[in-house]
């Protein structure tokens, strides 16, 4: 009996080796699996005009053993969860306006979830996608964006993760390395030959706002494709990437500590760049910003700058994060067209 048990548990460990990589480790190893040929070589992973009603990466499978509805119901928890540990910008006109630009996002990709977003009260410029379409944007992120393309291109590529089903495979991973602890369980007398927070961690499902620089990079490609398809200046998310370069020479670490995981950032603009020259046809006009996403930030200023005035940390205010935009008071500012860029070039 114990025999056959130990062989389970050996077969199991033999098919969850990527699983225990390093995130370096398993990058590597998904390039020479072809994890990144099947991506950007899939069938219509180029064709714009097949986007919502192509699988670039949901299919059932050994990477994959979550339904989406699983997927809706693991993210409504772990949404929860979020809600209840966090503070939440609760404007309603800042709430409406991010929800529109993410909802018409989501249209123009491959899900086929409904997506929920909210806003954190959080300074640092970031966002997060949770499985089943539960979005997290920090105020940050807003207030750091320039434009509605830059926001824009922000939200389409944490839609392209749940397109992508990454949550799910990240799970999947990560339910493979527990399955992987078996041998060990047995060789070592059960639970106690471990260490607690290893046997802790048996319980936890894999940390699903953190992926592999390999579904991050995939996350820009989808990302760049959405923001196009819904009439965006795809420059915007190199854009935002470039403020991201810039807020790292002025606060050093800040980056890296919320994109670590990410390729590069020189990568990421070089690689989107080269997208946007040679996938995405040019168009006489791309929307780069409106009104609406002027009054939402102006607005959402207002209300980090109450809440630090409040709490006595007015003068740790960083203008990068914070600043207004226009000279325009928000009741002068009531033009609702969008902003248009004609012919951009080589940009």
Known sequence: ???????LALTLLLSATSAL?????????????????????????????????????????????????AQ???????????????????????????NRLGQNLARNSDTKLPFTIKILDVEEPNAFALPGGYMFVNAGTILLA????ELAGVMAHEIGH??????????????????????????????????????????????????????????????????????????????FFEKLQALEKKRPGVVMKLYGDHP???????????????????????????????RAKQRLALIMRHRLQKNGKENQENPELRRTVGDKPPDQNNDDRPVLKKNPGGK
Request: proline share 4%; charged share 20%.
């Open 162 to 239: 749940v397109a992508a089903c990454h949550a799910a495979r990240e799970a999947t991973r990560g339910t493979l390395a527990q399955l992987a602890m078996i041998p060990v369980l047995i060789m070592t007398g059960g639970v106690a030959g471990i260490g607690v927070g290893q046997a802790a961690n048996l319980g936890i499902p894999a940390a699903f706002s953190k992926f592999g620089r390999t579904f991050e990079a995939q996350a820009d490609y989808l990302g760049v494709q959405y923001a196009y398809k819904a009439g965006y200046d795809p420059n915007g998310m190199i854009d």
């Open 1 to 7: 009996m114990f025999r056959r048990i130990f062989l």
């Open 264 to 294: 590069q950032t020189p990568d990421r603009i070089a690689k989107s760049q080269h997208e946007i020259n040679t996938i995405l046809p040019p168009r006489e006009q791309y929307i780069v910003t409106s009104s609406d996403f002027e």
């Open 146 to 149: 320039d434009d509605e393309s």
């Open 72 to 98: 809706v119901k693991m993210g409504q928890e772990f949404a929860q969860q979020v809600e209840q540990t966090s503070h939440l910008i609760t404007d309603p006109v800042v709430n409406e306006y991010v």
């Open 21 to 69: 990589a390093s995130p370096q480790q398993q990058k590597d190893q998904d390039k020479a699996s072809g994890d990144d040929d099947k991506f950007y070589h899939g069938t219509g992973i180029n064709d714009l005009n097949a986007i919502g009603n192509r699988n670039v990466g949901c299919n059932r499978g050994l990477g994959n053993w979550y339904t989406l509805d």
